[in-house]
């Protein structure tokens, strides 16, 4: 297998687990009952990659894949090479990561810790370590993250042929149902849908809508893993337990694609986590950068930082303005707009 098909492979994967499509050009199809390899064949299209659980190695139109995908603390070996632990939330803060690690959210235990952990580090600047590492794959990302999802990009077919919305979501239909047909009643579905045959699928749509800034915390999950291990321990990031103007917990945090400020020691930097260079600053510009990222207003953000920083609020803006103007030079987008 060459490095692009294992690469695919695990772009593939990686799209069934989170429900995010883009990481394919096409669908994942995930095929729990070989007996439906022909019909996931009649859904699949030429960038479509259908996984089949104790499928065919000999058939080189599908990647079989070994073990269980609904048992924490099993493995999934997906085409003999990309191996995968499955782990339950709740059981993350206990273990090692020692290889890829899907955590699934699925009980409402497991969901109170999520939404726990993600209040305790907005409060206080503690993350969950494991969730850090790179080895992570939080499960149904894409409902997490409120990604706006336009067109279906995983079929999960179980065992006995029905078709939920991924693989604990909404059932859309039954093996032999046209592709049409299935694609319009998935994407008619809430988001919360995603997790309806393990979780009340309201409660979790409310418990997102409730906290706007999860989309955030889990871009700041992200972007600890470009912190070297030896860095971590005086790393803190702005907009988790730590504010350089006074915005409290209740106030906005910035969009998730936003760079973040982060403070090592008495040193600021800018993080961007699209590229992920980093940028030292002084401490009014991380202030100014803070506000007007938090706030997205130039005029709120100078009014809210010229106390803080001593200065007027006109002085404030035109600095404010000067900041922005200086990173847009440099292809960085404060506020994440783009």
Same mark, same amino acid.
């Given at each position: 297998m060459t490095l692009n098909e294992q690469q695919t492979i695990a772009a593939a994967v990686d799209q069934w687990i989170t429900g995010i499509p883009g990481r394919i050009p096409g669908q994942t199809i995930f095929v729990e009952n070989p007996e439906h390899?022909?019909?996931?064949h009649e859904l699949a299209d030429e960038e479509s990659i259908v996984l089949v659980l104790n499928g065919d190695d000999g058939d080189d139109k599908v990647i079989a894949v070994a073990g269980t995908f609904d048992v924490s603390g099993e493995e999934l070996l997906v085409?003999?090479? /990309?191996? /995968?632990?499955?782990?339950?939330?709740?059981a993350i803060p206990f273990i090692s990561l020692v290889g890829v690690t899907v955590v699934r959210i699925t009980t409402d235990d497991d969901w109170r810790a999520f939404?726990?952990?993600?209040?305790?580090a907005r409060r206080s600047g503690h993350f969950v370590r494991q969730l850090t590492?790179?080895?992570?794959? /939080?499960?149904?990302?894409? #409902? #997490?993250?409120?990604?706006?999802?336009?067109?279906?990009?995983? #079929?999960?077919?179980?065992?006995?042929?029905?078709?939920?919305?991924?693989?604990?979501?909404?059932?859309?239909?039954?093996?032999?149902?046209?592709?049409?047909?299935?694609?319009?009643k998935a994407l008619a579905l809430p988001p919360g849908s995603a997790v309806a045959s393990v979780a009340g699928a309201l409660d979790v749509r409310e418990s997102l809508a409730n906290r706007p800034w999860i989309p955030r915390y889990l871009a700041a999950l992200d972007a600890w893993k470009f912190i070297p291990r030896d860095d971590r321990p005086d790393t803190r990031f702005v907009g988790f337990g730590l504010s350089l103007y006074g915005a409290t917990i209740n106030d906005d945090l910035p969009s998730p694609s936003a760079p973040f400020i982060i403070q090592q020691g008495i040193q600021f930097k800018l993080l961007d986590t699209r590229t992920g260079r980093l940028f030292k600053l002084g401490p009014d510009a991380a202030t100014v950068i803070e506000a007007v990222s938090n706030l997205r207003d130039l005029k709120a953000a100078?009014?809210?930082?010229?106390?803080? #920083?001593?200065?007027?609020?006109?002085?404030?803006?035109?600095?404010a303005q000067a900041v922005i103007d200086e990173f847009a030079q440099l292809g960085i987008d404060i506020l994440g707009t783009r």
């Open positions: 390899v022909p019909y996931a085409g003999g090479q /990309l191996s /995968l632990e499955i782990q339950d939330y709740l939404f726990d952990d993600a209040t305790e590492e790179v080895n992570a794959v /939080l499960a149904e990302r894409g #409902l #997490l993250a409120g990604e706006r999802i336009h067109r279906l990009a995983r #079929l999960h077919i179980a065992a006995d042929g029905t078709i939920p919305s991924g693989p604990y979501g909404a059932k859309i239909g039954r093996a032999g149902d046209p592709m049409h047909d299935l694609q319009s100078a009014a809210a930082v010229a106390i803080p #920083l001593g200065v007027s609020k006109e002085l404030a803006e035109s600095s």
